[in-house]
């Protein structure tokens, strides 16, 4: 439960506040791999593509994101940050940051060395 308070925690400190984790997951996906058709967004969140169709168009509006059609497959259309998507991410991971900098300043230097040991056991875990 702790693991699932502090993500939580983590997630409440965002740049827009009305974005849900889903459409910030499709932004920082969009900014850590790059460029991706629908199907590729889909797959990678695990979600339906008319799902991922409607995220898409949601963060169009909004002018996060943009889509291009492929110049030789007019069905492909390739999903690309905008500048305003990419200073959402940027500031969504920068208080972030600054959140769980001083949350953990908080904690005395024990606590921070059995912090940092649980979570070297917590990726083995997760890569299992």
Not at 95 to 110: C, H, K, M, T, V
């Amino acid at each position: 439960m702790a693991t699932f308070r502090l993500a939580r925690r983590l997630r409440a400190q965002r740049a827009v506040d009305t974005m849900s984790d889903g459409q910030f997951a499709v932004l920082a996906a969009l900014s850590i791999h790059g460029e991706h058709t629908l199907g590729q967004l889909a797959d990678r969140e695990r979600v339906t593509a008319p799902s991922m169709n409607r995220t898409v168009s949601l963060l169009e509006e909004a002018g996060y994101l943009t889509r291009t059609p492929d110049d030789d497959d007019r069905r492909k259309v390739t999903i690309a940050l905008t500048d305003a998507g990419r200073l959402v991410v940027a500031e969504t991971v920068r208080r972030r940051d600054a959140w769980l900098e001083e949350a953990l300043a908080a904690l005395d230097e024990d606590e921070r060395r059995t912090l940092a040991a649980a979570a070297e056991i917590m990726r083995k875990v997760a890569d299992t």
